[in-house]
């Protein structure tokens, strides 16, 4: 369950910029992806460790394509258990999500999960015009449909829509902000976010100034407290997540940005 938890962790790197769409989401047009931080062919990769020890990987990669008439991105997020982790508890997870390219919002949402033979296969279809997502779980044969409005994100969508959206003098810091979000059976639900403040990070890459943000979890099983999640993004216009770090009941666990290709912006390095 360890390794579940931990890659759950790693897409809140997502969910945690999305937060700040409640208060700061721009106009349709205002998404801009003239000028947005990111393009096509982006490829991220996180190693996630407990201790010394490598737990899994995790990989996101954005590419363009077309959804029916609506021109998206395709983004497909990968997380997988190695060594030892592996042995013990198998992992193979693989979240995608189709979002457009003029509005930044969610067309379709895809959950396909292995977590130590808990398995999920979920579907679920945004539909704007009658504002229901259509939601299927292909496993259990059960269709549900939700009521949403303009500003729902799915799990992955909120993240790259808030990398345009917001500015850094949009934050107000110790600020809590909220976010409706639609990915599984128990429908929307609403995700609080603090932002903490810049802080510079030592990383395999060099010192990275960031800025850290602190998303609010439940307590009590396998967190310390509600706050015991902490986020970096990198304070650039790539707005990449830099490492996220929790402090579990029984130790703490962290993932690091491992790799990238093709960023958009370059990526601001603070040199000794």
Request: net charge neutral; charged share 25%; aromatic share 14%.
């Amino acid at each position: 369950m360890l390794a579940s938890r931990l890659l759950s962790a790693l897409i809140l790197f997502g969910l945690s910029l999305s937060a700040l769409n409640a208060q700061y989401r721009p106009k349709p047009d205002a998404t801009g992806w003239e000028h947005s931080a990111f393009k096509p062919g982006e490829w991220l990769k996180f190693r996630v460790h407990y201790g010394i020890f490598n737990a899994s990987y995790a990989t996101l990669h954005l590419t363009s394509e077309t959804l029916g008439d609506n021109p998206v991105y395709h983004v497909v997020g990968t997380g997988k258990t190695t060594g030892l982790a592996s042995i013990f508890f198998k992992v193979d997870d693989r979240y995608e999500s189709y979002f457009g390219k003029i509005d930044g919002r969610p067309y379709r949402f895809i959950r396909k999960i292995d977590e130590g033979g808990y398995t999920r296969d979920v579907e679920i279809n945004f539909d704007y015009s009658q504002q229901k997502a259509l939601y299927h779980d292909k496993k259990k044969e059960e269709k549900k449909q939700f009521d949403i409005e303009y500003s729902i994100h799915d799990l992955i969508s909120a993240f790259y829509y808030l990398r345009n959206a917001y500015e850094v003098s949009d934050l107000v810091l110790g600020e809590s902000l909220e976010l409706k979000v639609l990915f599984d059976d128990d429908g929307i639900f609403t995700f609080r976010l603090k932002y903490v403040g810049v802080e510079i990070l030592k990383t395999k890459f060099g010192n990275v100034e960031c800025l850290k943000f602190r998303p609010f979890v439940q307590s009590g099983r396998v967190f310390k407290e509600e706050e015991s999640l902490s986020l970096w993004v990198s304070n650039d216009k790539n707005k990449i997540p830099i490492r996220i770090q929790a402090d579990l009941l029984v130790g703490s666990i962290k993932a690091d940005l491992e790799a990238y290709n093709s960023l958009k912006n370059q990526f601001k390095i603070i040199l000794d």
